[in-house]
């Protein structure tokens, strides 16, 4: 090879002449290298330069054949495919995804089945209150306890509003402790679907311990079908950072709220289990 001038980097004392160019600047004016005329040495990399008046250091660039600009734009096309995919793989809304597969599955799963009870609870108040009415549904929806329950205090005006039932609908329905032993064996053996299952699984609790009553315990047992749904939904919240809880738009009866809730399972499993991916996957 011959000895190239050697030049130093633009800006500098011994900066090479203008009609020098780089690779990157001949192909903008058109051009293939094939001989280099100089050089600039720097610590990672040597910069070549060719002369563009040069009919050996460069050469018009040959025009492509139709085949060749066909390979080129199948080749683009492959390339921005895989590249999509892979943005979308990497992405948030390919984890929503899987969950909504998953929660797709956890539904259709659980309709084979029939080791499990939906419960809802209607209550006086949000915090430390007492039901109401509880109403427990086996996996057909067929009733197992629907009952009014007569709390130790009045029921406040703006709960009646959401839920209808008022101290006159309860005066003559049992107590808590009444239906305990009901409760109990309605959810004997079973795991216990719930819509905001935190909510029921408290008032229960304070139900029981307000009447000094025997403790069952469901820890292990309850499923809140109102988590399942929203990863379904994929109503992500980046605030939050977790999906976005959706009313169940029942009647806020315990009884129409259960069966709500089996509907609910039911749309989620008749969903399809397929990742939906927005962009094709690259073969």
């Not at 899987?98 to 539904?107: E, F, Y």
Request: proline share 7%; net charge negative; aromatic share 10%.
């Amino acid at each position: 090879m011959d000895k190239l001038d050697e030049y130093k980097w633009w800006g500098k004392p011994g900066e090479p002449p203008q009609n020098l160019k780089t690779k990157k600047q001949l192909a903008e004016l058109g051009l293939s290298p094939l001989k280099a005329v100089g050089i600039i040495r720097a610590q990672k990399y040597d910069v070549l330069l060719y002369d563009p008046d040069n009919p050996e250091s460069c050469r018009p660039k040959r025009k492509p054949t139709e085949k060749q600009l066909e390979t080129l734009a199948a080749n683009r096309e492959k390339a921005r495919i895989k590249r999509e995919y892979n943005d979308w793989y990497k992405s948030r809304e390919r984890l929503i995804e899987q969950d909504r597969v998953a929660a797709v599955r956890w539904a259709r799963d659980e309709l084979t089945r029939d080791d499990w009870v939906i419960l809802d609870t209607e209550t006086t108040e949000l915090h430390d209150a007492e039901i109401v009415e509880i109403a427990i549904i086996n996996p057909t929806g067929e009733p197992l306890l629907n009952t009014l329950v007569k709390p130790t205090i009045p029921i406040p005006t703006d709960a009646a509003e959401i839920h209808g039932i008022t101290d006159e609908m309860v005066a003559n329905s049992p107590f808590f402790p009444d239906i305990y032993s009901q409760i109990v064996e309605a959810l004997k053996d079973k795991r216990v679907f719930i819509y905001n299952a935190f909510f029921d699984i408290t008032i229960l609790d304070y139900c029981r311990r307000l009447h000094d009553l025997e403790s069952f315990n469901l820890s292990r047992r309850y499923e809140c079908v109102m988590t399942w749904h929203a990863q379904w939904a994929g109503d992500w919240s980046d605030y939050h950072e977790g999906y976005r809880w959706h009313p169940l738009c029942g009647d806020h009866r315990a009884l129409g709220d259960c069966l709500a809730v089996l509907e609910r399972i039911k749309k989620m499993a008749a969903d399809d289990d397929k990742f939906h991916c927005p962009v094709p996957r690259p073969e």
